[in-house]
């Protein structure tokens, strides 16, 4: 038998130490947000945020409202944008803030629905824009941009006091949105700037009780005035083609207490950093991220692939690792502005060392680039549920790592395993799963964990099990609910829910390939009923349930000696990423769908499903009195498990009907074949740049597909095809791009003229010094549209009955 994984705690030691840093919040504020040395605090209560950038300027305004409550209802809590100077003042002296750029309108949506807002101001603030954000004309006015040169000071003065404006009266003191204000971004050796930026800002009004900075790449702050905030990605668009899967992005799979990450951005600074010690302030700030990667951009030169487990696994163990603030770029993709005067992205032509896409920014974020749900959107929700019941619990305990750790990044045999707690309970992080090189199976594993208060050893499981290849969990240890003490699930805590018969839920997700099992505190417990096949034993102090078959009836049934009642719901693995939880007619209530995703609008007293199903159908507990009202629809009611599902029936001939999925196939007419692939030119770092236009015209092959007339908001053109570069027109006007990667490509149908849209594809050379992921030795990518279709997601309002 193999020996059980181990570790010994070290108890709490000294508390987060407070008071020794000069952040402070607007006085007389009901929660005020203090930074401790191991968490923030808000109201005096351990503050576990979580954040999520969504670039409003890179997106319809018409559109903000709903896709920040699907930000919401996928558990992020503070709502993080940059404010991209060229978007609002690509002309000196036309400073816009209206349409799609009206940040005040942005912000008060975010308070509307109970969101926090940072807004990242700059004044460069990279974001894969031109310039990274800084207009042509500023720099035409300096030879020395970001630093402390009169020159550029003069319009970043004028440039704090317009954002100033917009944002006045939604600080904390106006009981506004804004928790914190991030003053430039990856500036690693200009200490004295961004001070003086920081000054800047507040002399214009600005105010917020959180000032933060990026902290990578050795960055040196100017001391006690910046929360030092990190990051870490799956993958990177930044770095060579031919350079594999960097070791900087592999880090970020191994639990491990370093924080700064070396590799971002590290193509627009020297390659030795001139910067400081990256951990010096590791002892007087908390671990606290804006950039961990949900998702990936791609340039020209290296197109990665970020699949939703690769970004699951990363979020879960930065939180094994000591975070306490979970910040992911991006959460929600978006469109550059085509800009008056040049085009806005990231590229060669202005001195920067990535040609991106001209207009898309998709990101491949959870929320994608014309609000579609994907996969690592229910991985991150399913952490982000846990965070918001336990991470109060969660934040000030500390990380510990096991007696055995992996020997290098080249490690794979090695389980890689880490455990927080305090003296009294915690949770065990355990991640088998990184990109490109699969992890192995772990069989014959248990672990020991030893408590110091008490000097318990807990032992766990009761048998050993096998970690599958790819999985990543979190497990309670000896937690409390509602009178009952946990001491180990080997599944993970999803949420709680008040049934609404006096019973407190705990909802546990299992992990496919190792079977759930329950110990309980018999000190704790009077009964304890399981559901049929299921089996209760004890053992000393312990009662043991196993034979769990997780699903919707796998709830464990438990009278405390307290007096209170509690049951344990043990959902599948897929079932528990199904899984909402949120305020709807008159309750908090845990919503399982399958078929699309769900918003809560507290204002409409309605949830809102948008689902491309035909007859889209839902789960719900506690289940309202009388069941929801959809006009126009028939609602079917059924018992399912300790839910109540809800389908909903709509007339064929009703406009609100889904497709029924990707069934509406669309014509594609080849108009012009494609022309020999273009040669190959380089640009900065030697690498390859984007084809100039003209190709375009050229040789690129040119298709032909007839859009469907009226299409409803949300439809979605997904295109298959295979190539080099792509380009959407509507007449002349570029509406759409991508560079070829192997993925789909989705266009929002709902932003297209009517008629047809013609897409010029050109093929990738044989050879050609390009990461495509998939692509074997350098060979041929033909320019190549294989086929379209319709999809049609709606969206469907459901108010109380």
């Known amino acids: 038998m193999t020996r059980p994984h181990r570790v010994r705690l070290r108890g709490s030691g000294a508390p987060s130490r407070r008071g020794h840093l000069p952040f402070a919040d607007a006085p007389g504020v009901p929660d005020p947000i203090e930074v401790g040395s191991r968490v923030l605090t808000r109201g005096g209560r351990p503050w576990f945020p979580v954040s999520g950038e969504f670039h409003y300027s890179r997106y319809p305004a018409g559109e903000w409202e709903e896709e920040l409550l699907k930000m919401k209802a996928g558990g992020v809590t503070v709502v993080a944008a940059y404010v991209i100077w060229i978007h609002h003042e690509e002309r000196e002296g036309r400073v816009r803030f209206d349409g799609d750029r009206d940040l005040r309108r942005f912000a008060e949506l975010c308070a509307r629905h109970g969101l926090d807002f940072v807004p990242r101001i700059g004044p460069w603030v990279h974001a894969e824009v031109r310039n990274g954000g800084l207009p042509d004309w500023v720099l035409v006015r300096t030879d020395s941009p970001r630093t402390d040169d009169p020159a550029y000071l003069a319009p970043v003065r004028t440039w704090y006091a317009a954002v100033a404006e917009q944002l006045r009266g939604l600080g904390r003191a106006d009981g506004g949105p804004i ?28 105010a917020a009780p959180l000032w933060t900075s990026t902290a990578w790449g050795g960055v040196r702050l100017p001391p006690d005035e910046l929360v030092p905030l990190y990051g870490g990605y799956p993958e990177a668009f930044w770095t060579e083609a031919d350079g594999g899967w960097p070791d900087t992005c592999r880090k970020h799979f191994f639990f491990t207490h370093q924080r700064d990450d070396e590799g971002i951005g590290a193509d627009l600074r020297p390659t030795t950093v001139r910067g400081g010690d990256p951990e010096a302030s590791a002892d007087r700030f908390p671990w606290a991220t804006c950039e961990l990667g949900g998702g990936m951009a791609v340039a020209y030169h290296r197109r990665p692939r970020v699949e939703a487990a690769d970004v699951g696994a990363l979020g879960l163990t930065k939180i094994g690792c000591g975070s306490v603030w979970q910040g992911y770029y991006m959460f929600h993709g978006g469109t550059n502005p085509p800009g008056d005067l040049t085009p806005l992205q990231e590229s060669h032509a202005t001195g920067y060392p990535n040609d991106l896409p001209r207009l898309s920014y998709d990101f491949q974020a959870p929320l994608g680039e014309y609000g579609q749900y994907r996969p690592s959107y229910d991985e991150l929700r399913l952490q982000h549920l846990m965070l918001a019941d336990f991470g109060a619990l969660i934040a000030p305990m500390e990380s510990v790592l096991p007696e055995s750790l992996p020997v290098g990044q080249d490690d794979r045999g090695t389980l890689r395993w880490a455990v927080r707690a305090d003296d ?48 990543y969990f979190c497990w309670p240890l000896r937690l409390e609910v509602a009178g009952l003490r946990l001491d180990w699930a080997t599944a993970q805590p999803v949420c709680t829910v008040d049934d609404g018969r006096g019973r407190t839920i705990l909802v546990l997700a299992a992990t496919d390939g190792i079977a759930p099992e329950l110990a309980l505190d018999l000190r704790t417990v009077t009964t304890v009923s399981a559901p049929p096949g299921a089996e209760v034993t004890t053992a000393g102090d312990r009662a043991l349930v196993t034979g769990l078959r997780p699903g919707t009836d796998a709830l464990v049934e438990v009278d405390t000696a307290d007096g209170r009642r509690v049951g344990l719901l043990v959902l599948d693995a897929a079932t528990a990423r199904t899984a909402y939880r949120g305020p709807a007619w008159g309750a908090e209530r845990l919503v399982l769908s399958a078929d699309g995703g769900v918003v809560f609008d507290a204002h409409a007293d309605e949830i809102r499903l948008h689902s491309a199903v035909g007859e889209p159908s839902f789960a719900v507990l506690p289940a309202p009195e009388r069941a929801p009202v959809m006009t126009g629809a028939t609602v079917k009611e059924a018992v399912d498990g300790v839910f109540v599902r809800y389908t909903l029936v709509v007339a064929e001939e009703d406009g609100r009907r889904g497709s029924g999925g990707a069934d509406g196939a669309l014509p594609v007419t080849l108009v012009r074949p494609p022309g020999a692939a273009p040669p190959v030119t380089t640009g900065v770092l030697g690498r390859a740049s984007v084809p100039a236009d003209e190709h375009f015209d050229t040789v690129a092959a040119e298709y032909e597909v007839v859009l469907p007339d009226d299409p409803p908001p949300g439809a979605l053109l997904r295109l298959h095809w295979t190539g080099d570069v792509a380009r959407a027109y509507a007449g002349e006007r570029l509406v759409a791009d991508q560079f070829f990667s192997g993925r789909v490509w989705e266009i929002g149908l709902d932003r297209l003229p009517a008629g047809a849209l013609r897409l010029r594809v050109l093929p990738l050379g044989e050879g050609a010094p390009v990461y495509v992921p998939g692509r074997v030795g350098g060979s041929l990518v033909p320019a190549e549209v294989l086929g379209a279709e319709c999809v049609t997601p709606r969206t469907w309002p459901l108010g109380p009955g």
């Open 179 to 206: 928790v914190a204000i991030q003053i430039e971004n990856e500036l690693y050796d200009q200490p004295d700037h961004l001070l003086t930026l920081k000054r800047m800002a507040q002399e214009a009004g600005l």
């Open 424 to 471: 009294r309970s915690g949770f065990l992080f355990v991640n088998n799963h990184q990109p490109h090189e699969p992890l192995p199976d772990h069989p014959d594993t248990s672990f020991e964990v030893e408590f110091p208060g008490d000097g318990e050893v807990l032992s766990l499981p009761s048998a050993p099990v096998t970690i599958p290849q790819g999985a």
